[in-house]
């Protein structure tokens, strides 16, 4: 089936930027999520891309998709304490509505100050 | 994007009891899916929930445990039925409205006494 492999660990310093790395077993993914989730609270969508894309950038976010080695990457420039958090890799087949996402078992960011 | 209300955030409850787990949204949604998340772990899909048929239940998980409704299109519950403390977990709901992103409550956090 299915499976989404991620670190579990991440530690840097504020102001050095983070790679958070997923792979997935999946060839039909299509969409590929990154959610990010605090402490005590639910799960906030950060950004996502299509499976016919390489990169895309929002902000402070870098995401970078490796069809072939079936690989995905978040990075975080300018990694701020507020950024401490768990993030989730997560894909789905397809972007019908009755496909549930998958998910990795998240990668703790811990940013030291 | 929708937005989903979900109750109750949190609660600690007696083994052998049930809780019943409240999602809300504010537009009507074709699929709803509940999560479960226990400590320190990914989330994984306990069922799909289509309104007007039964929900479709992922391996490992049952009805008799984890009944759920959907009455209509902007209203779910999950039951978490006779429950031990391996239960305890964080329940989340999230819709799929055929969009990208996914939107997820801001969970209930189950602790089984």
């Known amino acids: 089936g299915e499976d989404v492999e991620q670190s579990l660990f991440l530690s840097v310093r504020e102001g050095d930027s983070s790679v958070i790395n997923c792979t997935y077993t999946?060839?039909?993914?299509?969409?590929l999520y990154w959610y990010k989730q605090e402490p005590g609270a639910g799960l906030q969508l950060l950004t996502y891309?299509?499976?016919?894309?390489d990169m895309k950038q929002d902000q402070r976010l870098t995401v970078l998709l490796n069809k072939k080695d079936k690989h995905l990457s978040l990075r975080i420039a300018d990694t701020q304490t507020g950024d401490s958090a768990i993030y989730f890799c997560?894909?789905?087949?397809?972007?019908?509505?009755?496909?549930?996402?998958?998910f990795g078992k998240g990668t703790t960011l811990s940013v030291s100050s | 994007s929708a937005v989903i209300s979900q109750k109750p955030s949190r609660d600690i409850c007696q083994r052998g009891t049930s809780l019943t787990i409240q999602c809300q949204v504010d537009?009507?949604?074709?699929?709803m899916f509940w999560y479960r998340q226990q400590p320190g772990q990914s989330l994984t899909l306990i069922a799909t929930?289509?309104?007007?048929?039964?929900?479709?239940?992922e391996s490992g998980f049952v009805i008799d445990k984890f009944p759920i409704s959907r009455p209509n299109l902007t209203f779910s519950t999950l039951t978490v039925s006779n429950m031990s403390p391996e239960d305890s977990s964080i329940y989340l709901c999230?819709?799929?409205?055929?969009?990208?992103?996914?939107?997820f409550g801001s969970g209930t956090r189950l602790t089984v006494v």
């Open positions: 997560a894909e789905t087949p397809t972007v019908g509505a009755g496909t549930a996402l998958i």
């Open positions: 999946d060839s039909s993914s299509t969409y």
């Open positions: 891309i299509f499976s016919n894309m």
């Open positions: 537009s009507q949604v074709t699929m």
């Open positions: 929930a289509n309104q007007g048929s039964e929900a479709t239940y």
């Open positions: 999230s819709i799929g409205d055929g969009s990208p992103g996914y939107t």
